[in-house]
């Protein structure tokens, strides 16, 4: 948060992720949306290119070993 925004990291990427949480917290000032994380690649793969979300997980555990959220 050196900006003062929140970094965050959405766990999941169906129908309720890309509908609802990803472009929401997009359009919040307050939030930087800096990864996700999925255990299915084609739904991983299909949000990050949408969204265009770089920093993509299909482990959580390495998520949160990585980023500083």
Excluded: F
Aim: proline share 3%.
């Amino acid at each position: 948060m050196a900006d003062g925004r929140a970094r965050i990291a959405v766990i999941g990427t169906g129908w309720g992720a890309t509908y609802a949480h990803i472009p929401g917290l997009q359009q919040y000032d307050s939030a930087e949306l800096v990864a996700l994380c999925d255990a299915d690649p084609v739904r991983l793969a299909r949000a990050a290119d949408a969204y265009r979300i770089e920093n993509t997980y299909r482990d959580v555990t390495r998520m949160l070993e990585t980023e500083q959220l």
